[in-house]
Structures are given as C-alpha cells and as structure tokens.
Nanobody
Framework: VQLQASGGGSVQDGKSLRLSCKAS????????VAWFRQAPGREREGVVC????????HYSDSVKGRFAISRDSAIDTVFLQMNDLKPEDTAVYYC?????????????????????WGQGTQVTVSS
C-alpha cells in the first residue's frame, strides 16, 4: 500500500488550498482515509476522515465548517479542501488509511488506529 500526499503550499490568512492523497495497493477493498497534521513541537492530531464508501465523515472541531473532505474512488484519490485558512492551520499534513472505519469520532481521528501513512505535505499560512 502506498499513499502519496500533495498540494501543500504557502498562502495568506483567509485563502484556500486543496490537498490530494492518492492511494494504491488496496485493490477493491474499501478503506478509510484520514488527514492528520503536525505543527512544530506539537503532537500529530486528527483533522478529518472519510469512510470507504464516502458517506460518513468525522471532522475535528478546529476545522469544522472550513475544511471539506471528499473522495473519487474511480481514481483512488481523497481530497481535502481547506478554506478560510488561519495561521494556526500551519503544519505538515499527512494522509493515512486503514481498512477499518470507526463510527466513534474520537477513535476515527486517533493516529494509532491507522496502519498506512503517506509522506507529509507542508501547509504554511501567514497572517
């Protein structure tokens, strides 16, 4: 299994970015995809996840209403649209995947529950 994250960059406060996470190696098995982020000196935190069928999502309170996750199963890619970005969103963003989907939001955004990880992509938001 491989996950390839892309789309990071540097933007100003209030602007938007879209991250992509391209997955390979899962075959036809449905898989959950999540985005995590890690700012310097801080723990990696869960941001959002989406179920294998795309019907269920969990968002952290810090991004609810500003970020939107979606997936295009035809191309095995999950997108994270980030709007109204703030300096506190600055972090390295990682996509992760697992064959299990947790209905509990806390479990679904727990990094220890994900077996597969992509490399990070840097997002920097300046004021």
């Amino acid at each position: 299994v491989q996950l390839q994250a892309s789309g990071g960059g540097s933007v100003q406060d209030g602007k938007s970015l879209r991250l992509s996470c391209k997955a390979s190696g899962f075959g036809t098995a449905p898989y959950t995809v999540a985005w995590f982020r890690q700012a310097p000196g801080r723990e990696r935190e869960g941001v959002v996840c989406i179920s294998g069928n795309g019907l269920t999502t969990h968002y952290s309170d810090s991004v609810k209403g500003r970020f939107a996750i979606s997936r295009d199963s035809a191309i095995d890619t999950v997108f994270l649209q980030m709007n109204d970005l703030k300096p506190e969103d600055t972090a390295v963003y990682y996509c992760a995947a697992d064959l299990i989907f947790w209905s509990d939001a806390h479990e679904a955004l727990d990094k220890s529950n994900y077996d597969y990880w992509g490399q990070g992509t840097q997002v920097t938001v300046s004021s």
